[in-house]
C-alpha cells in the first residue's frame, strides 16, 4: 500500500486544516489507517486512528474534541479535520495503514507509512 498525506501548511492558532491521506490500493477498507506526528527533537507520537470501516475511532487525549479523523473509502482516502488548532500541534503529520485494527497506537504496529506533511500553527 502506497500513502501520500497531503494538506498541511501554515496556520494561525485558533485556525483549521484538512489533512489527506490517499492511498493507491483498491481494497483500502481492509486497512485501518493511523496518523502520527513528529515535532523537531521529539519522538514521533499517535494521533488518531480509524478502523476499514470507519465506524471505530480513537484519538490522543490532546487532539480529543479538536480532531476528526474519518475516511471515505470508495476515493481510498482517510481524512484528519484539525479545528482549534494551537502552536503544540506543530509539526510534521504522518498517516500509516495496517491490514488489522487493534486500536493500536504505537508507530511499530503500522506497516506502511505516507512521506508527512508539515502542519506549522503560529501564535
Known amino acids: 500500500v502506497q500513502l501520500q498525506a497531503s494538506g498541511g501548511g501554515l496556520v494561525q492558532a485558533g485556525g483549521s486544516l484538512r489533512l489527506s491521506c490517499a492511498a493507491s490500493e483498491r481494497s483500502f477498507s481492509a486497512y485501518a489507517v493511523g496518523w502520527f506526528r513528529q515535532a523537531p527533537g521529539k519522538e514521533r507520537e499517535f494521533v488518531a486512528n480509524?478502523?476499514?470501516?470507519?465506524?471505530?475511532?480513537n484519538y490522543a487525549d490532546s487532539v480529543k474534541g479538536r480532531f476528526t479523523v474519518s475516511r471515505d473509502n470508495a476515493k481510498n482516502t482517510v481524512y484528519l479535520q484539525m479545528n482549534s488548532l494551537i502552536p503544540e500541534d506543530t509539526a510534521v503529520y504522518y498517516c500509516?495503514?495496517?491490514?488489522?485494527?487493534?486500536?493500536?497506537?504505537?508507530?511499530?504496529?503500522?506497516?506502511?507509512w505516507g512521506q508527512g506533511t508539515q502542519v506549522t500553527v503560529s501564535s
Open positions: 480509524i478502523g476499514g470501516a470507519g465506524r471505530i475511532t
Open positions: 500509516a495503514a495496517s491490514s488489522y485494527y487493534s486500536n493500536q497506537q504505537s508507530r511499530h504496529d503500522y506497516d506502511y
